[in-house]
């Protein structure tokens, strides 16, 4: 064979032993890349069925466990000294556990005493009832002299229920008429002045639109239950004029008082926001099925008299909260929302009841043993102790509190933070959700420890939602807008009559009994204040230690 077909052979072998190895690379990297993927599928699909079986274990714990985020002393041993174990195994100073205690872990706490029958009936009006002896009776029965009185006994106390009735109540207007003038063919007629009416042409009166409201916001029964109830009253009264007088009287008498409530908030130093979902079946723009906000606003811990309003709007923009605080300049304490960055003239602090929530959400369903201490447990514990500070310094004045604070309290959050950072969840989880809500909120965790009145937590807001709540799930939505600013109206003045001791429906009257006259009067309207010395002695509950 020629030389030239031999190196031709050649070089055609070289290239096709070349041509091959290729392809066998080829296929190598692609067999990795497959097994890659899968690798990497398998991993996705273990995460997810992971996160899934959370998310079985999130729910099962939220219908079938106690709804109460609070821990048993005993439920994570060990971990309520996560940063300073060594310091406290070795101070001298702290008791050793008695055996009992040693044992089994017991602590007993004291009994919370029991309420006196004084203090149950403090308040009510005493009505006796005479048990005499028949006069018959009282004669000796062994000489017949006539025998004394010597004294009298309490046998039994019991309490009375006096039903709610209606009554029929007519004006009737004295009408004078001059005689001797009506001789000479003139008329002089003098009428008797009449108070004027709460709604003009209407059955309303101040006592029975309180108790109309009473029943709405205060005992959650919504108006077609209110209806059937007046049937058993004897009188056949409507939803539809139920739902005007509240309306009616809500915007005409007591938006004042909540307008002077408002300007009385904005001059605090402490407040506290929060918002919830409502519905309004008829609204411009909007379905009936569209979702709508209550927004709730409450003062602090500042040793004033406690303020609660309610607001109602359309949407959850963070421009509501910023059109209704606008001029206060203070600390506002207030969950997650990024709404509230609108809010530039104010200091905000975070809320560590729902960091904590968080952290119990992502909770395992089984809790394991102190020596697998899982994320969650660790982050639930920091807030816990914490809290655990923040119940023993709530009696004191707020530089006391604010002295005590800075005494214990930023060790606890440098050591969670720089835990916090060690942190590197799964994505999806709910431990990923607890760590980025707890990273997310640290600019404003500790703005509390400025300042003695701010609160730890947000749920002053959260209580003043509760009484909404539990309406909402009576009476579902709301019919109209007007409604909806009624109910937010007069819900603000019932759960702040509530907080400063005022027996609610008293006051509610009260203030429809006086309004008509006040209502364009400054001063007046300072004297519908909850706080006022003439409400005060009319409204306030007595009670008795």
């Known amino acids: ?19 091959l190895r290729q392809l066998v690379e080829s296929q190598r990297l692609t067999i990795e890349q497959m097994a890659k993927s899968h690798e990497e599928q398998t991993a996705q699909l273990n995460q997810t069925i992971a996160n899934l079986n959370e998310t079985v274990e999130y ?58 029958r ?29 025998m004394e009185v010597i004294g009298k006994k309490v046998v039994r106390e019991e309490l009375r229920i006096t039903r709610a009735k209606v009554e029929r109540i007519q004006y009737v207007q004295e009408v004078l008429g001059c005689p001797e003038c009506k001789k000479d063919g003139a008329s002089v007629i003098v009428e008797a002045e009449t108070p ?47 739902a005007n007088w509240i309306i009616k009287c809500g915007m005409d008498y007591m938006e004042p008082v909540y307008k002077r409530l408002h300007e009385h ?43 609660r309003l309610y607001d109602y709007q359309p949407s959850r923009g963070g421009y509501h909260a910023e059109e209704f605080l606008k001029g ?8 997650g929302f990024s709404g509230y960055n609108k809010l530039k003239k104010v200091i905000r602090c975070g809320c560590l009841a729902h960091m904590r929530r968080y952290w119990y959400d992502a909770l395992p369903g089984k809790m394991k043993t102190a020596s697998e201490k899982p994320p969650a447990e660790i982050g639930f514990d920091y807030c816990n102790q914490l809290f655990k500070l923040e119940e023993k310094y709530a009696g ?9 604070r800075l005494e214990t309290e930023p060790a606890i959050w440098e050591a969670y933070w720089s835990w916090l950072e060690t942190v590197n969840p799964t994505g999806g989880s709910r431990l990923e959700k607890a760590v980025t809500y707890a990273r997310n909120q640290k600019p404003y965790m500790e703005n509390y420890l400025l300042d003695g009145r701010c609160s730890i937590s947000n749920n002053i807001a959260e209580n003043i939602a509760r009484p909404y709540a539990v309406g909402r799930k009576n009476f579902l ?26 027996n609610i429906y008293a006051y509610l009257e009260t203030v429809l009994r006086y309004m008509p006259d006040y209502k364009n009067e400054p001063e007046g309207i300072e004297e519908l204040m909850p706080w006022s010395e003439m409400i005060q002695q009319r409204c306030r509950i007595e009670s008795k230690s």
């Open 1 to 19: 064979m020629p030389q030239s077909e031999m190196e031709a052979l050649l070089q055609l072998q070289k290239e096709t032993i070349e041509s």
């Open 59 to 116: 729910l099962k714990k939220k219908l079938f466990s106690s709804s109460s985020e609070k821990t048993k002393k005993d439920e994570f041993p060990g971990q309520m000294d996560l940063f300073n174990e060594a310091e406290a195994a070795a101070d001298p100073s702290v008791p050793e556990p008695s055996l009992r205690e040693a044992v089994s872990g017991y602590n007993r706490q004291p009994k919370k005493p029991k309420a006196s």
């Open 118 to 146: 004084e203090e149950i009936l403090a308040g009510l009006p005493v009505i006796e009832v005479p048990c005499t002896v028949p006069e018959e009776d009282r004669n000796c029965p062994y000489c017949n002299t006539p």
């Open 196 to 242: 004027s009416p709460l709604l003009k042409h209407s059955l309303a009166s101040p006592s029975t639109v309180a108790y109309v409201m009473y029943q709405k916001y205060v005992n959650s029964i919504p108006l077609y239950r209110q209806e059937a109830d007046w049937k058993q009253l004897g009188v056949k009264l409507g939803r539809a004029t139920l």
């Open 265 to 307: 908030l904005l001059e605090r130093g402490v407040i506290h926001a929060d918002e919830t979902p409502c519905q309004v079946l008829k609204e411009d723009g909007k379905t009936a099925q569209s979702r709508s906000y209550m927004w709730l606003y409450g003062s602090g811990n500042d040793r004033l008299p406690p303020i």
């Open 328 to 335: 206060f300049s203070g600390y506002l304490t207030c969950d």
């Open 396 to 404: 004191l004045d707020a530089d006391t509190r604010k002295a005590k």
């Open 477 to 502: 939505f709301h019919d109209t807008v007007k409604g909806a600013r009624s109910s937010a109206i007069i819900y603000s003045l019932v759960e702040t009559a509530k907080l400063n001791n005022l």
